[in-house]
């Protein structure tokens, strides 16, 4: 069971100190398993961290680097032709559903999608058998069901009982909290009162994030009901770094940048009987392993052809072992418009949040090359 939450920064929950959203189901998934405390995103915003995620590759592969292109912003403060832009996947690369559906696994999708497009598969066409509001979640939703989260728990939750004898993989890509930003109306109150008090910016950010959050802890108490909680992985993590209205200092940045407030996520991993309850593991990984991880723990082999730029994560679950590579890297060849809202002043160039550059991280280093100058930070 994959959870991926939408514009869900690194500090937005409880367990990693926020000190005025709550996240109860979230902190409770995070004590009962893994808590990767350097754990990325693939890319600084949405369609290129799905793509990496789903394929198991970096950038450079797929050449899905942006949503829509990478020519955003004004031309006259762009030093370098932008590389051209794909929408989404193609049919051809082999995804994580399209390996467990091969080795027997039901597939379902429950969410957002956002790799189609005038060259991106749908994904149907990727190894999903089943296929749930994969598009357009972004506008306003019934009051009850804000930005979707309890339709598509609900959904998902079905699927689970219907395959509850069988192997799954359910993909669980939430719209939330990505804007128009909504919540139920009582828990908007409660956030809104609470912040007469705490003096927050955004209550409608929290209480969104809340809704969020109890929508998953349906989806682990359904595990429960179903006796499925000691034989199921279960992943939670975000697609990029919040947008300005949530600072995540003391990091850098903020969503569209690959400074850590744009990349660096909350990254918990749930297996019963592998994971020791209320672990913690420093070593940095990134959405990109996932892949090789789920088929390692299924006991599925690579398929034949397939490159994967991840590494299976399963020594570092279990505690046997490190990984071997030495680097995690990002690349991004183009232009993202607005600039970085929070951050230091040389962070911000006018009408950007993100500029060509290569980003390496090995050990407790990171290291941006920016290609316009070839200028290090």
């Known amino acids: 069971v994959l959870i991926f939450a939408d514009d869900l920064g690194w500090k937005d929950v409880g367990y990693q100190g926020s000190d005025f959203n709550e996240t109860p189901n ?35 592969r797929h050449h899905v680097f942006a949503v829509s292109s990478t020519d955003r912003g004004p031309k006259r403060e762009q030093r370098l032709v932008p590389i051209p832009n794909r929408s989404g996947l193609s049919e051809s690369n082999v995804t994580i559903a399209d390996a467990l559906k091969s080795a027997g696994y039901a597939t379902g999708i429950f969410g957002k999608w956002h790799l189609d497009g005038p060259d991106g598969a749908l994904p149907g066409q990727q190894g999903f058998d089943t296929v749930f509001e994969s598009k357009g979640g972004w506008g306003e939703s019934e009051p009850n069901n804000p930005k979707r989260v309890y339709s598509l728990t609900a959904a998902a939750c079905q699927f689970m009982e219907q395959h509850r004898d069988r192997p799954f993989f359910v993909y669980l890509p939430h719209y939330a909290i990505h ?27 929290a209480a969104c994030t809340y809704d969020l959050d109890d929508s998953i802890g349906r989806l682990l108490n359904k595990l429960t ?53 209320g672990s913690q593991c420093d070593v940095p990984v990134i959405n990109q392993d996932l892949f090789p991880t789920f088929l390692a723990a299924a006991g599925v082999a690579v398929p034949e052809g397939k490159v994967l730029d991840g590494e299976s994560l399963i020594p570092l679950l279990n505690g046997t072992a490190s990984l071997q590579r030495q680097s995690i890297f990002w690349h991004f060849p183009g232009y993202l418009n607005s600039p970085v809202i929070r951050g230091r002043e040389l962070d911000v160039r006018t009408g950007f949040r993100s500029r060509p550059v290569s980003v390496i991280r090995q050990g407790d280093w990171k290291l941006h090359l920016y290609l316009e100058e070839w200028v290090l930070d």
């Not at 179903?226 to 903020?254: H, I, K, M, W, Y």
Request: aromatic letters at 8%; hydrophobic letters at 30%; glycine letters at 10%.
């Open 225 to 277: 009901e179903l006796g499925l909680d000691d034989n199921t992985l279960v992943v939670f993590t975000s697609d990029n770094g919040a947008t300005q209205q949530s600072s995540q200092e003391p990091l850098r940045g903020n969503k569209g940048c690959y400074y850590e407030g744009g990349i660096r996520e909350p990254w918990i991993v749930r297996w019963p009987g592998v994971t020791q309850p």
């Open 26 to 60: 979230i902190d409770r998934l995070a004590r009962q398993g893994m808590v990767f405390t350097a754990g990325y995103a693939a890319a600084g915003n949405c369609a290129p961290s799905r793509a990496c995620l789903l394929s198991g590759n970096y950038t450079p």
């Open 179 to 205: 804007t128009k930003l909504q919540a139920r109306p009582e828990t908007l109150e409660r956030f809104t009162d609470k912040a007469h008090r705490a003096e927050q910016p955004s209550p409608l950010y």
